[in-house]
């Protein structure tokens, strides 16, 4: 019996505009077997998607297969034209992509897109595609399959579409599946349903399932085998215990560094070639003189108190004065924050941990209830705590203004708190705070656009400094960064609460990240806070049966094996 | 061609840009190029009027693209037609731009009342066609203001007429940008820092929304200066005494039918380059500012 | 949908408000309503009695109010120029706007769709380029120049086709048509064609984006990975989607072919809604020019409505979610 999929020494290159090739595999080889799941992991870039589209035969042009073999069921694909003899796409081969929202086409009905498959490559006529149709919504583990075939993609829940996507996947019984992140868009109580599906498919059907991911938990929880790429290598493949366990090459083993732990909490991530080095130091020691200046805290004092809060989302009307319904997205939230401690607030998408923020840091009127920094209300508008309280936000892209120049946007805040006298001295602290947060001074000539996620993100943790705040609220600070850039900016986070004692509320869907970072931590839940303790407590007793769910549910690397692979 | 980092200008817009530039400044200094004043009357006569261009049979050289029906050389008068028709244009890009960029960064960025107001305004008037709403207040213009016919003031009657309808395009996608860029997290970086919602609007969300303005502004250009003609065409634009490139046409129109051409042929000839001009760089800018397209080049 | 309908039913009693709001000032503070509608050697006193008939003498809002009323029952006014009731103006010359206008949308959605789907299937291709470069030419032209180039060289030079007029009408009874005679479907060519070149580039060029941008989706992507075909994917998966934008502009484009018609009418004299209006504006015959806009607005307030509970109907997403 040949294999699912056969690759050998796959090249895939694009032109770079300049004459040149840029060569986004290189010399990939990976084989997944009938019923085997087949990860492919690895950071943003490294081509893992280049290799799932290459499979697919969905290379688009100006990119080419420029070398090697795909076999598809030992059948062997033409690189010009990415088809194979007797392989139909979507018949013997179905994908599954990240994106349900955007996979589904929204102006056709579930039956419609399902069927026409089936009617396509089966030919089936209408009345037995709509019979396989519901077959399918029923083994993908669709409530009321029935209710559903007329229904439209918006009708339904993230977790259904991606369902409807597998099912589509499926429809023609493939002997071979690429998924391309299928639960990245996923909350974690979704994605482990779906991780599950995903599995009993291939125990099942016994079809070969190429799983392109960059989560490593994902990876330990359903694949059998792993093969890590890196720059568009292949740098080290094998079964998911052995790899995991025991990496070889130095990349998969600071890769697997990276990844947060959920079972006991690190001081530090181990991560090469970190930006720290005695200026950063240097740098530290003075932002702290200046924390210093300012006054001191004492450690007895509430920095923040939070009481009673409620934040609701009103719908605008069509005419001016006209209401809407009301969303209560945060419905009486109430806990303290010490100075120089940690606070971490998790919970899945919804649950309104990024409304408790925005009302801290004065984006938000808070509806009811209080915000008190140091006893005192946070005014909305200008005041003392405005500046003591600055915030970093999730996506590095965004939250920089492209139009301006590093050094002025961190002088902004300096010039118009009158933190420093003159232009000259504003400047010298731009280059100050570049130094604390790892980048060299020159970057403050230079625009947002010359710089990497990561390296984004230091910025914005240097102009959150740059106002001499005493809290600093993190809002998913590191969800769209790669595991490796995540722990050093977790890393920076942590230096920067150690040498200026400087308070962070922390808040991530990313359990494992909370358990690395936090000293306390609070569970959210529909709009309220269902479990609020010590960080280590909560992790090794959870006593709410919610946080109990959720931590059995986030797929964890050191939990590898569970499912015999 | 290469025009600083990263932008390749295919050579049809090159050309295209090159035109338009040229068209300007002929027009800009049209008194300079001009063998006779067209705006002189002292200058017309009748015994030259109608004649074709110099090239023909019965061509006078004194007058290289001819005359029209009152003896007035018509390459000096498409000259300062041109320069009236892009001045009308311009002039009426700047005020809808100027009007509709400041509502739109209000509304967008307060949102609400404010917001819906505005709006509401922009809907109704949107519910008319550029070239009725035009000719209604040249129309009503004419009604209010006895003098509204003269050479004066039609220019400033002919610009509000077209900025009244414009300015809701600058405001609606000034607007739907602001509310993009609100969104975004540098702009709550700047709230959170404290700074003031003016300071906001202008220094970090008004350089990110300039890019679709100055597409707008530039295939409006080509709408406004086309409006113009229309309306000038229509006899409630420039008088025949200061005439555009459409009040030429609409002169010219009354002769096509004697095969007396020229008249019509050559200010409708200069007024199709001018927009066109105008518009394949317009074209350009709106491609390479729309990312979706951008991927396919 | 019921919410849906009741704000868009507002929304177009707002606009109306609006325009019989505008109508009325016209009507009332442009120009002296007395002298243009009393004889030349009126009388003191026969002005005092003709405003008083006028309503001239009651407060503001109260003749406001009567305005619309007569509005309502269909009553414009006298036409200041040739002292006619504009109701009876405007029903001589609707058929023919609207025989135009309709010759011109079938034209310009007939061609336009077509030529933008193909434009954006192949866009590299030297037919799309072609149609390409020429769609920036038909923008850049303005509606008057059209008209003119098609008289000198369909009907000055060659002698083809009539240059002005509607040619030999059937009279209906409530309706004119030039549908049924040879001269009469002679006589549209060359103004429907004027008409339609403008709004054929706009909705090539729509179709066009548009196309591009559903062709550029992720669902088209996951249908290329289920192995449909080609034709299916582009012009039943992603037609579909690229033309729901195309609803909401044809909707206002037959609203502007109708203003648009203003000047088509003007250059080949067509005896329509346009012309009438022009003149009006020249010898600022307020009635006119105040009916003409309100029944302009109604018609876009109409279609605008008619558009956005088509689109509901149409696009899924709109209809109240069942599940």
Known sequence: MSAALSIENLRVEYPDGAGGVFVAVDGVSLDVAKGEIHALVGESGAGKTTVGNAAMGLIDKPGRIAGGTIRIGGIAVDPATGEAPGVVRGRDIGAVFQDPMTSLNPLFTIEAQIGETLRHHLGLDARAARERALELLRSVGIPEPERRLSAYPHQLSGGQRQRVVIACALSCAPKLVIADEPTTALDVSIQAQILKLLRDLADRTGIGLLLVTHNMGVVAEIADRVTIMHRGKAVESGTVRDVLAAPQHPYSRALLGAVPRLDRKLARFEVPGEGGGDTAQAARTKIAAQARDEGQVKVSEKLLEVRDLVVEYRARGWLPGMKGTAFRAVDGVSFDVAPGEIFGLVGESGCGKTTVAGAIAGLLKPDAGEILYRGAPVAAKGGASRRAIQMIFQDPYSSLNARLRIGTMLAEPILFYRLAATQAEATEDAAMLLNAVGLPPEAAQRFPHAFSGGQRQRISIARALAARPRLIVCDEPTSSLDVSVQAQILNLLKDLRDANGLTLLFISHDLAVVRQMCDRVAVMRGGKIVELRAADALFETPEHAYTRELLNLVPRPERHGRNGG | MKLGRDIDLPFSVALAAAVAIALVLAAAFAPLLSPFDPTDIATYNLADSELPPRWTLDGDPRFLLGTDNQGRDLYSAILYGARVSIGIGAASVLTAALFGITLGLVAGYFGGAIDAAIMRVGDVIMSFPTILLALLVAGLARGLIPQASSAAWTPVILIAAIAIHEWVQYARTVRAATMVETAKDYVKAARVIGLPPTRIMLRHILPNVMGPVLVIATINLAAAVLTEATLSFLGVGMPPTYPSLGTLIRIGNEFVFSGIWWIATFPALALIVLVLAVNVVGDWLRDRFNPKLRGRE | ?323
């Open chain 3, 1 to 323: 949908m019921a919410g849906l309908l009741l704000s868009r039913l507002l929304q177009a009693a707002l606009v109306m408000i609006a325009v019989t709001a505008v109508a009325f000032a016209m009507f009332r503070f442009v120009g002296d309503p007395v002298r243009a509608m009393a004889r030349e050697d009126s009388t003191p006193q026969e002005r005092a009695e003709l405003a008083q008939a006028l309503g001239l003498d009651q407060p503001v809002p109260v003749q406001y109010a009567r305005f619309v009323g007569r509005v309502a029952r269909g009553d414009f006014g006298i036409s200041y120029r040739n002292q006619r009731p504009v109701t009876t103006l405007i029903a001589e010359r609707l058929p023919a706007t609207l025989e135009l206008v309709f010759a011109a949308t079938l034209l310009a959605l007939g061609l336009g769709i077509p030529l933008g789907v193909m434009c954006a299937i192949r866009p590299d291709g030297a037919a799309a380029r072609l149609v390409q470069s020429i769609s920036l030419i038909g923008i850049s032209t303005p509606t008057f120049v059209t008209g003119i180039a098609l008289i000198l060289f369909f009907a000055v030079t060659l002698r083809w086709l009539p240059s002005f007029g509607r040619g030999d009408i059937v009279d209906l009874g409530f309706w004119t048509t030039g549908y049924l005679t040879g001269s009469g479907l002679r006589s549209l060519v060359l103004p429907s064609i004027t008409l339609a070149l403008y709004q054929l580039t706009l909705i090539m060029r729509l179709v066009r984006s548009e196309m591009i941008d559903a062709l550029s989706s992720d669902y088209i992507r996951f249908a290329r990975a289920r192995g449909l075909p080609k034709s299916r994917i582009h012009y039943v998966l992603a037609l579909r989607n690229a033309l729901m934008p195309v609803i909401t502009v044809t909707g206002l484009q037959i609203g502007s072919l109708v203003a648009f018609a203003i000047v088509t009418e003007t250059v080949f004299q067509w005896p329509g809604m346009g012309l009438l209006f022009i003149q009006a504006v020249s010898f600022v015959d307020i009635p006119v020019m105040a009916a003409y806009l309100m029944f302009v607005g109604a018609l876009f307030v109409v279609l605008n409505t008619a558009v956005d509970l088509v689109y509901a109907i149409v696009d899924p997403r709109l209809r109240k979610a069942k599940g």
